[in-house]
């Protein structure tokens, strides 16, 4: 059997995606190592998608993914190993078995970038976030501490200055590598944002909470007392096995047509976090995943 | 006071950028003659929208406003007349009073056209719709007639297809606008579809259920028994106060870019079905207001 669509990845974009393809009546599978994607790592309830006022990222993975199974999509949770093009057609391997279709939707996400320290995980949502949109709030009149001096932790540090009392931003290197325009800016009208260059961090400690964090700069151990820690240095698009079947860009996220969610390759969309698209926003995803899975309705009957 | 953003609607992207905007703390009003959008006319509950296996139009949308009213976004239910560049900076009027902002977000939405026959108001839901992703999977086994001969007429005829027994196609010229490969492939592939030149509808009409709709064809007055009517004769995009202000498509679409959501005019974005994507689905107006959302705070944050 060929499957009118594979889809690939089960969190929002793969999820909303497959909903959409059952819609269109297409025959379709959807895999994935396991449901749930970035939503489950959210260290907070989610305030911004749309119909819930709070909601925690596991609930509305479960309610997405009831969803799914009620309409009656074919899914299996099991890891893609490889996806090659063959003729007109797709060959997508799980470590258990291999399938074919006629298309395919990439919607694998990504992860934060960790920073691979003592307490990072530990004090995950106690303190620690990756997500500043989503955890800034709670750090009203709170001191807290940017980990990355480039264009992300810049931003991050200006929108935690609307709400914190003090914000640091720790870089490694000797200067930060966030845009001129954007240093100039911080520098001229962000009073409260501090950068300290050169920092080899050590460790995050605290009790219930992060209480403070531990860095080298040259020969001295600073420890310097923060509410918040966030980690803004990078994340990793789930894209290693797609690269030399699709175009990706230099960040390895997979490069989409903004309008069709078309990659480089005929009969290969992408959705959600691992393409270029620049807000990775739950609502955004599942947005995108609607729109490929109506492109692969399109790009079957025209062919 | 000039406010950093005033977003113009009150459907499911205005009401999402409104939440973003709010999380961005962004000093922002939401304004638009009255809540809902095109969700309110969902004449059958809606399944597609992530996280919910079926709600109402009405449901869901009380739940997008509260969402936004526990943000503490201002809104204001009132009708824009009018939006004017002035500098650097937009002045909005509404039917009561005036406001001012650096920025703008158009979420008007659209409107289905509306056929303007005997039975058509008074069948909406029951039998009678605007949208075939919608209402479509009802109407299994059952006939149905298109009303429209134009590329989304075909498509919906070719969707309906996969449920119905038996798709009429009826067109009021003297051949169909649809493009010619949409043709040949409705005429190989589609035995179900059936075109009929030269309608002049006159009524839809029914008990409980639509049962036939009542058309003239030359001097012959013909009744046809069917069980849904599909209106399929375009939208209005509510565009028309901000034409000349943004550049619109051919069809009174605001032009955008798919990423940014920028328009023409700096300052200005616009999300949602009054823009030119071509995916008309709450979840990616949703999506799209959540874009519209983050470039302004970015366009704000640069100036």
């Known amino acids: 059997m060929i499957y009118d669509l594979i ?91 291999e399938f074919h279709s006629k298309s395919i939707i990439i919607a694998t996400g990504s992860s934060y970038r960790c920073l691979g320290v003592e307490g990072e995980n530990n004090y995950l949502g106690r303190g620690v976030s990756y997500c500043t949109t989503c955890d800034g709030p709670l750090f009203r009149n709170k001191v807290v501490a940017v980990i990355g001096g480039g264009e992300a932790g810049f931003e991050a540090a200006r929108f935690l200055s ?55 700069k040259g020969e001295d151990e600073i420890i310097l007392p923060v509410d918040g820690v966030f980690i803004q240095i990078g994340y990793v698009p789930a894209s290693s096995i797609f690269n030399g079947l699709v175009d990706l860009s230099n960040r390895n996220e997979i490069l989409i047509n903004k309008e069709t969610c078309e990659t480089s390759t005929q009969g290969i969309f992408a959705a959600g976090d691992v393409s270029d698209g620049k807000v990775k926003q739950i609502v955004v995803a599942c947005g995108e995943g609607a729109k490929a899975a109506m492109s692969v309705y399109k790009y079957l009957n025209k062919k």
Chains 1, 2 share one sequence.
Not at 36 to 64: A, C, H, R, T, W
């Open 162 to 216: 609307s709400y914190a009392s003090k914000v640091y931003i720790l870089e490694k290197g000797i200067e930060v590598l966030a845009s001129k325009s954007n240093q100039e800016i911080v520098s001229s009208l962000y009073p409260k944002i501090e950068v300290i260059l050169e920092v080899e961090m050590k460790k995050i400690e605290g009790e219930e909470m992060v209480k403070k964090i531990v860095f080298k």
């Open 7 to 97: 889809i690939i990845g089960l969190g929002p974009a793969g999820i909303t995606a497959g909903i959409y393809a059952k819609r269109q009546n297409l025959d379709c599978l959807v895999v994935g190592k396991s449901f749930g994607g970035q939503m489950m790592n959210k260290s907070v309830d989610i305030e911004n998608y749309p119909g819930f006022e709070k909601i925690s990222g596991f609930d509305l993975m479960e309610k997405m993914r009831e969803q799914l199974v009620q309409k009656g999509v074919q899914i299996i949770e099991d890891e893609v190993l490889e996806v090659k093009k063959k003729d007109n057609f797709f060959k997508v391997t799980l470590s258990s078995k």
